[in-house]
């Protein structure tokens, strides 16, 4: 196994150990992408908040949507307005320290949601967003 597919596997255990962060006190669900809406994000690059009477749930978690165009559209195809990666950051991915990624750091680039641990790996994304998205699970190989 190569460095970046050692990468990805390890990933893939961030974002489970990202799925119990998920949970707060009394056992509710916290919305990823803080709630807001991911089709708004990917379709037009807005942060519009989203409304928990339009949740969805992916990959155990839970995504508000801004309405019922939105939960539609997203329950569609889901994997499109997910975070790429499972929210990892995709820099520190290739490097072989996965680390996840932060709302206050994302990019859409070729109709997907990228997000970042710091503004110097988004900034080094948009230097070579290609090198970055041409990662793949393992599995889809």
């Known amino acids: 196994m190569g460095p970046a597919e050692e990468a990805i596997r390890q990933a893939t255990h961030l974002a489970a150990d990202g799925e119990k962060e998920n949970l707060r006190a009394g056992g509710r669900a ?8 991911p089709v708004e994000l990917v379709r037009n690059e807005r ?28 329950l569609a195809n889901p994997e499109r307005y997910v975070p790429a990666h499972s929210g990892t950051d995709p820099v520190t991915l290739l490097e072989g320290q996965p680390q996840p990624g932060q709302t206050d750091y994302c990019a859409v680039y070729d ?31």
């Open 47 to 74: 942060w519009v908040p989203g409304d928990a009477r339009y949740a969805a749930e992916y990959r155990g978690r839970i995504y508000f949507l801004a309405g019922a165009a939105q939960q539609q559209e997203f």
């Open 30 to 37: 916290m919305p990823a992408l803080e709630g807001f809406c």
């Open 111 to 141: 109709g997907r949601l990228y997000m970042f641990s710091s503004p110097q790996t988004l900034a080094q994304f948009r230097q070579n967003p290609r090198r970055y998205a041409g990662l793949r699970p393992q599995a889809s190989r």
